[in-house]
């Protein structure tokens, strides 16, 4: 059985008036960088400032960005070989 691992970095980045939270999510595999996802927390003007929810919005919003983008390589991947099985 073979195992691998792939690793996901996430930075995340606050404006000075902390009204807008910025998440970079990148997938490592292999070594090597594969996608990377960016998004973003805007707060509400009249909201409190409370960093931690930007953090998790932001945070959460990359993650599913690099979820789709992964779910859009694999059925890209089975429709190619699809293609090139039905070609024999």
Do not use: C
């Not at 792939?6 to 910025?22: K, N, R």
């Not at 959460?60 to 979820?67: H, I, T, V, W």
């Amino acid at each position: 059985m073979q195992s691998k691992q792939w690793t996901v970095e996430i930075s995340i980045t606050e404006d000075d008036e902390d009204a807008v939270t910025t998440a970079t999510a990148t997938l490592f595999a292999a070594g090597a960088r594969r996608h990377e996802s960016v998004a973003y927390a805007r707060r509400n003007p009249t909201d409190r400032p409370v960093p931690g929810i930007g953090d998790e919005l932001s945070a959460g919003r990359a993650l599913s960005d690099l979820a789709a983008k992964l779910i859009e390589d694999g059925a890209e991947d089975v429709a190619q070989l699809a293609g090139s099985l039905r070609a024999r």
